[in-house]
C-alpha cells in the first residue's frame, strides 16, 4: 500500500525567507504523479505544484519548487520569498499512474509566515 | 472555464438524522468525481469515487452512501448520522482518464453532529 508522511506537524519562516516542507511517500509503483495542496484558513484546498514520476527536472511554479529525489522517495517543497499569504496548511499527495485519481494524502504542515 | 460548487458551507446536525452534502461541477463532461473526509488538523481521507453516472466506488466502509445521479451531480447522504460522522468534508472533480491531472477542490462543508 502506498503512504506518503509529512513530518512536520508546524513551521514558521519569516516573511521573505525562504522554507522548505519536507514529504516522503513509499510505493512500489514505477509511474505516478507527486502534488502539494495548500489548504488557507478558508479550508479551500488549492493545487500549488505538481511532478511526473517519470521526469528529473523538478517542478517550479513562481516562488515554489519541489526538490524530487525518486531514489529516496522524498519530494520536498521549497518556498521563496515567503509572503503572509503563504500561511496555509500544506498537504503532499500522491497518485499512481492510471489510478483512477485515488490521491494519497500526508497527514499536513501547517505554516506560519511571520512578519 | 470549470467550476465546482459545493453546498451547505455549514451544518449542524443531531445524531441519528440524515444527510445529504450536495456537489456540482460546471463547464466539464464526465469528470472523475470524489468525496472526501478531513478530520481537524488531519489529512484527507477518500470515501467515495465516480468515474461516471451511477457508479459509485467506496473506499472505506462508513455509515456514509454516495449517488452520482446526473453526469455533474455528486451526492453524499447518510440515514442516520453518529458522532464520528463529523468533520469537514470536500468533493473533487477531475479530468478522465488521466491519473496526472490533478483534482479540484469545493470550498467544503463543515458537519457538526451533536
Known amino acids: 500500500a502506498q503512504t506518503v508522511t509529512q513530518s512536520q506537524p508546524e513551521m514558521s519562516v519569516q516573511e521573505a525567507e525562504t522554507v522548505t516542507l519536507s514529504c516522503t511517500y513509499d510505493?512500489?509503483?514505477?509511474?505516478?504523479?507527486l502534488f502539494w495542496y495548500k489548504q488557507p484558513p478558508s479550508r479551500q484546498m488549492i493545487l500549488v505544484i505538481r511532478?511526473?514520476?517519470?521526469?528529473?527536472q523538478n517542478a517550479t511554479e513562481n516562488r515554489f519548487s519541489v526538490n524530487f529525489q525518486k531514489a529516496a522517495k522524498s519530494f520536498s517543497l521549497k518556498i521563496s520569498d515567503s509572503q503572509l499569504g503563504d500561511t496555509a496548511m500544506y498537504f503532499c499527495?500522491?497518485?499512481?499512474?492510471?489510478?483512477?485519481?485515488?490521491?494519497?494524502f500526508g497527514q499536513g504542515t501547517t505554516l506560519q509566515v511571520k512578519p | 472555464s470549470q467550476t465546482i460548487h459545493q453546498w451547505p458551507a455549514t451544518l449542524v446536525q443531531p445524531v441519528g438524522s440524515p444527510l445529504s452534502l450536495e456537489c456540482t461541477v460546471e463547464?466539464?463532461?464526465?469528470?472523475?468525481l470524489y468525496w472526501y473526509r478531513q478530520a481537524a488538523g488531519r489529512g484527507l481521507q477518500l470515501l467515495f469515487y465516480s468515474v461516471g453516472i451511477g457508479q459509485i466506488s467506496s473506499e472505506v466502509p462508513q455509515n456514509l452512501s454516495a449517488s452520482r445521479p446526473q453526469d455533474r451531480q455528486f451526492i453524499l447522504s447518510s440515514k442516520k448520522l453518529l458522532l464520528s460522522d463529523s468533520g469537514f468534508y470536500l468533493c473533487a472533480w477531475s479530468v478522465t482518464p488521466n491519473s496526472n491531472q490533478p483534482q479540484h477542490f469545493g470550498d467544503g462543508t463543515r458537519l457538526s453532529i451533536l
Open positions: 499527495a500522491f497518485i499512481a499512474s492510471g489510478n483512477t485519481g485515488k490521491l494519497i
Open positions: 511532478q511526473e514520476a517519470y521526469k528529473q
Open positions: 510505493t512500489s509503483e514505477s509511474n505516478y504523479y
Open positions: 463547464g466539464t463532461s464526465n469528470p472523475n
